[in-house]
Structures are given as C-alpha cells and as structure tokens.
C-alpha cells in the first residue's frame, strides 16, 4: 500500500485531500445562500369568491322601427326625383314624378264621356218626364253615365299615381334610380326610415329562445358605443325558421348619440349563474406568457402562476392557482421576488 501512494503524483494527492477535507465541512443551506431580500411596503386584498352571470351572445343588425320601400304604381319614365341620398324628407314631399303624357290623355277622354253621358241622361231624364222615352231606354242612359263617371275617378287615379310621395317624416338611405329610368310596380325607387326610433332586429337560436321573455330588459353592444344600451323586447316571433332554427326578436331602443341604423350590435341573453375566485386588475403580473399574483403567507409575497378569465370592471377573473380568501398584493406587485418579506398597508 505504501509503494501505491508513493507512486501517485503529488497534485493528484493533494485534490484528493482538499475532498477530503471539504467533506468534512456541513452544507450551508440554501436560504442562507441567498442575498437577503428588502422587506417592502404593499397594499394588499383578499381575492373573493363572487358569482357571475352566464350570458350568450347573439349577433343582430340595427334597424329602424318605421322604414318603407316606395315604389311607382304605374309604369313610366321619370321626368324628376327630387331627392338625395341622406336627405331629411317631410311627409307628403315628392320622391318622383313620372312622364304623364298617356295618362293625361286617358284623363281627358274620360272627362270627354262623362260629359256626353250626363247630356244624355239628362236629355233622357226630360224625355221620360214627357213620356217620350221607354224606362229601359232612361236606365241605359243613366248607366252609361255612371260608367263614364267611374272611368273618371279612374284616370283621377291614374294621375295620382303619377307623383310619388313620402309616407312620413324621415331620411332617404336607399336609392334605385334616378331621372331618365324606367320605373314600374314591383321596382324600388328609394327607401325612407325615421332614424328617431330604432330597434334591434337578431335571429335567436331555439336553445335559448325560451329565455327571452316579451317585456323584458336585455343589454345590447354596439362596438361603435362605449357603454351597453338596455333594450326592451318588444317582439318574438310565435315560430321558429325551419332553415336557420331561429326566432326573430325585436329589442326597442332608446335613442342613444352614435347609434345609427345598420350598425352590428350584440344581444347579450342570460343563460345561468356561476362562481369564480376574482382579484383587483392591478394584482396581475404579466411576465412574458406568464400570469402572476403575489399571495403574502407568513409576512413573505409567494409567487402563484394563475390562469385568469373574463375581466369585470376593475376585477379580473382567476380560473385556476388562487383560492378565494386568500391575500394577494394589489399595489407593488409587479416590482417583488418570490419569497420577499413583505408588510401589509
């Protein structure tokens, strides 16, 4: 044994004595190791368990309660349309008016044969009085009268037909034609809505139609609106779609700046009730993909990784790593390590 260490070289002997000695010596803990950490001022709060309303959201359109599509009666050329699209129209303006010419005409002839028939009925009337014309011959004389008479109130009409007027007060947002186009019944010429009064318009689907009651209150979102409008229901549909599964309801709505006709709005309808743990907004660490909390246990911040949800107001929603009652850091948070002595506001 003796010729085996003397054959070791001599810096091999003397690592192998600075093990030797080194594991003589205790481990140092790992606390100890660590630089001491400042102990800092926060506030803290306890996170609560709080309930939320389950909601769906349902897509709809913005409308106006009272629209029209007006459209001629007769066929013709339109010789004027005095209206723009956007303009503010009052009940009984023109929209357009129509070549008369041929109606003029029939109008005419139709004053022409009322005014032979009423000479020769009153000519019939004397001769019957003087027993000069058979009863039969005074009833066929007074028939034709009153055919003529009806053809009148025909071409009277007809001429009326000619002008195309706004039903109500209200803004032209459509047009389909303009001067010099043919205009016929069945073709729109413009629309007209009064944007005074607005309704939602959204096909709800069958799972949660039964939820919605006629005269009852629901939020609506306008992404163009800062805040939620309250709609009130006002209409629903007996029936559903047999192509979509949906019902159509209508939400009345109060006149709000900004809200205008056509706009993409979202009918908020509550569907059931749930509980969540949720903490201030300001008690969330984002460090990278992280999501943190600090939690102050025994004077010292811990270092919770969390999942977080909806977002209510100032709250924040915890879905999993945080306990309701427990006390997170909800000022200060964002500067503090893990396991930092921490005093409590």
């Not at 007769?74 to 129209?89: N, T, W």
């Not at 010292?300 to 997170?328: C, H, M, N, Y």
Request: some cysteine.
């Amino acid at each position: 044994m003796k010729t085996l260490w003397k054959s070791l070289p001599t810096s091999f002997l003397a690592v192998l004595v600075a093990l030797l000695v080194g594991c003589g010596k205790p481990h140092e803990s790992r606390e100890s190791a660590q630089p001491t950490l400042p102990t800092v001022q926060v506030r803290a709060q306890t996170a609560q368990m709080k309930k939320q309303v389950l909601t769906e959201e349902v897509v709809g359109t913005v409308r106006a309660k009272v629209r029209a599509t007006l459209e001629a009666k007769l066929s013709g050329r339109i010789v004027a349309m005095p209206v723009e699209l956007g303009q503010q129209v009052k009940a009984g303006a023109l929209v357009a008016q129509l070549d008369a010419a041929e109606i003029k005409a029939r109008f005419e002839q139709a004053q022409a044969s009322l005014d032979q028939a009423e000479r020769d009925w009153k000519r019939a009337e004397e001769l019957l009085k003087h027993q000069a014309m058979t009863r039969s011959e005074y009833d066929a004389a007074d028939a034709r009268r009153r055919v003529a008479k009806a053809a009148l109130a025909e071409a009277q009409a007809m001429i009326s037909y000619v002008k195309v007027s706004v039903p109500f007060d209200g803004v032209v947002v459509r047009k389909w034609a303009e001067v010099g186009d043919q205009a016929a019944p069945g073709k729109p010429l413009i629309e007209i809505e009064d944007p005074a009064v607005l309704q939602l318009e959204a096909d709800v689907p069958e799972a949660i139609a039964s939820r919605i009651q006629r005269g009852g209150t629901l939020s609506v979102r306008v992404d163009s609106l800062s805040e939620s409008l309250a709609g009130t229901v006002a209409e629903i549909a007996p029936a559903a779609d047999s192509a979509s599964r949906t019902f159509r309801v209508k939400l009345s709505l109060l006149p709000t700046r900004g809200l205008m006709s056509g706009q993409f709005a979202r009918l908020i309808v509550p569907v059931g009730e749930s509980s969540s743990v949720r903490v201030p907004a300001t008690a969330l660490v984002r460090r990278g993909q992280l999501e943190i909390v600090f939690v102050i246990t025994n004077g010292r911040a811990q270092l919770r990784l969390v999942k977080t949800g909806k977002r209510f107001g100032d709250e924040i929603e915890i879905v999993s790593g945080l306990d309701g009652g427990e006390s997170v850091v909800n000022e200060g948070a964002a500067q503090l390590m893990d396991g930092q002595p921490v005093e409590a506001k």
